[in-house]
Structures are given as C-alpha cells and as structure tokens.
Nanobody, 127 residues
Framework: QVQLVESGGGSVQAGGSLRLSCQAS????????VGWFRQAPGKEREGVAVMHAAVAGSTTYADSVKFRFTISKDDDNWSTLYLQMTSLKPEDTAMYYC??????????????????WGQGTQVTVSS
C-alpha cells in the first residue's frame, strides 16, 4: 500500500522560505520515482521537482523553480521526501502534492507518469 502524507505548507511573504515534507510508506523512496507537483486555482497540475532517490544526483526541476527549490530525502531511514523552497514568489502559491510513480528514464515531470498521490498541502505566498 503506497501512502504519501504531506505537511509543512503555510503562508509566507515573498522572498521567504518553506520546507515541505512527505511521509512515505516503507520502501517507496527506494523503489519509485518520487516528486512534487503543484496546482494553482484554475490551472493544471504541474511538475515541480522529481528524483530517483536510489540514484545519486538523479533530480530534475521545472524551469520556474530551478535554483530556488531543492528536492531531497532523509538519509537515515528513507521515509521522508522534502522540498526546500526559497526566494518564494506569489506565483508559487498553489496546493503542493507529493507523488510516486514507476521508474522511468529520463525523469518525467508529467503527472500522467505518477500513479500515487498525497492529499496536498497549501502554500500561499503574499506580495
């Protein structure tokens, strides 16, 4: 059973930082490609950052968040996925989702390639 539970969302002013967490059920991070997506009101869900945790350096980012967001995992027990967000902008406001999907190369930011989803956590950035 794949379970993904996000936390860490909230309200922040532009330029601030937030760290999102995704608690994953056992072995998810070692067996699947995992990542973060977001959906703003009236817009389609878009990929933000994806990684294959078992392959060092295997990450990909949307152009809009490169050099501002960092995806990572906890190295102790491989049960938590993180998204460190810095230099936040109002356009980063969205519901953020954690997702997991079958291994594929190259890494994909397309939601159709991910089968499992968390319930989401809201991020609001004010100007």
């Amino acid at each position: 059973q794949v379970q993904l539970v996000e936390s860490g969302g909230g309200s922040v002013q532009a330029g601030g930082s937030l760290r999102l967490s995704c608690q994953a059920s056992t072995y998810i991070l070692s067996r699947y490609v995992v990542g973060w997506f977001r959906q703003a009101p009236g817009k389609e869900r878009e990929g933000v950052a994806v990684m294959h945790a078992a392959v060092a350096g295997s990450t990909t980012y949307a152009d809009s968040v490169k050099f501002r967001f960092t995806i990572s995992k906890d190295d102790d027990n491989w049960s938590t996925l993180y998204l460190q967000m810095t230099s936040l902008k109002p356009e980063d406001t969205a519901m953020y989702y954690c997702a997991a999907g079958p291994n594929r190369w190259p890494l994909s930011l397309h939601q159709a390639d991910f089968a499992y989803w968390g319930q989401g956590t809201q991020v609001t950035v004010s100007s």
